[in-house]
């Protein structure tokens, strides 16, 4: 694995220091979605919707809708409310796979799931809520944007999260459920649409508010879903290999269920190589963009050598 003092990248002279820039975005996410969901009535639901989105978590993919969409000569107002919306979807979408009826986990986060506080029939509405308001929040939210990207973002998030995207990708890894012949292809196709797809679609909609050429785009595309599949196979491997504790959810949990996973199929070493390998195949698709890259070329590395 990347070792962590990586994280203290340099390009030329100047060091990058992830760490800090990581911090002071992760503070303007939280105020903007704490701003984002007031309790009203039936402040059940809000309620039950805010424990989920204000439970901390990396914030990575806010993290990287800002930093495209700075990188492509926006600022971090036209994109706060996509990044926001991006991680209600992302919030919502663990709501769900933590349900009985989907993982049925008891921790997320480093707290109880969802269902295990308010029961499974308001969790599934508070994904449900938390959903429906992404896209309301941007539409109604954005500012300093022409109309035509805010509709091309709504457009790209609506793909990311559909049949196209993270549904599709956990329909078939719960048909993969207890089959031990999962073929690598089957386990790509489930986390290019189960993770992949929405990191994707927060690089791309960063660029598309800044209003990015089509073929930058399609190499922001390329990135992303390079880091994305980096980011599963990590996601696997510290499954084995990181504590409860580390993760904020129970470990272990694949062994357990004995589902096939990147290091089940390749090994732990192995699938450290190849994260790595898609890691460099992500950076090199952000040479154009030169020094401006340097937060997405960091956050690039700091996805194999993160502990959670
Ligand atoms: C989207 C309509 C809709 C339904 C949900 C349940 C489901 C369909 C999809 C599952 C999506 C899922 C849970 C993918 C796993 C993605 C993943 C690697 C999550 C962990 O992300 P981190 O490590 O978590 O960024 P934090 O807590 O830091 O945000």
Not at 157 to 179: C, H, I, P, W
Not at 202 to 209: A, M, P
Not at 238 to 256: M, S
Not at 265 to 294: N, V, Y
Request: one cysteine or more; proline letters at 4%; glycine letters at 8%.
């Amino acid at each position: 694995m990347v070792a962590a003092d990586n994280l203290q990248m340099t390009q030329g002279e100047t060091p990058f220091d992830l760490s800090a820039y990581l911090q002071e975005r992760q503070a303007l996410v939280e105020a903007a979605l704490d701003n984002a969901i007031t309790l009203t009535y039936p402040e059940k639901i809000y309620e039950a919707m805010r424990y989920s989105l204000l439970a901390g978590g990396k914030r990575l993919r806010p993290i990287l809708c800002l930093a495209t969409c700075e990188m492509a000569g926006g600022t971090i107002e036209m994109a706060m409310p996509t990044a926001c919306a991006l991680e209600m979807i992302h919030t919502m979408s663990l709501i769900h796979d933590d349900l009985p009826a989907m993982d049925n986990d008891d921790y997320r986060r480093g707290q109880l799931t969802n269902h295990k506080v308010y029961g499974e029939d308001i969790a599934i509405l508070a994904g449900d809520g938390l959903l429906a308001y992404a896209f309301e929040f941007v539409a109604a939210n954005t500012q300093s944007v022409p109309a035509e990207r805010v509709l091309q973002v709504i457009l790209r998030l609506g793909r990311a999260v559909g049949a196209a995207g993270l549904v599709g990708g956990q329909v078939v890894d719960l048909e993969s459920e207890g089959k031990s012949d999962v073929s690598v292809e089957t386990l790509n196709f489930i986390h290019t649409h189960k993770t992949a797809a929405l990191l994707e679609a927060c690089v791309v909609c960063g660029g598309i508010l800044a209003g990015i050429p089509e073929p930058d785009l399609q190499r922001l595309s390329r990135y992303a879903q390079n880091i994305g599949l980096a980011f599963q196979i990590v996601d696997d491997i510290l499954d084995i290999t990181a504590t409860q504790e580390e993760l904020g959810k129970t470990a272990g949990k694949d062994l357990q269920a004995q589902k096939v996973t990147y290091p089940s199929l390749w090994g732990l070493e192995e699938s450290q190589r190849q994260a790595q390998q898609l890691i460099e195949s992500a950076a090199a698709e952000l040479t154009p963009f030169g020094e401006k890259a340097r937060p997405l070329l960091a956050i690039a590395n700091f996805i194999t050598s993160r502990t959670h």
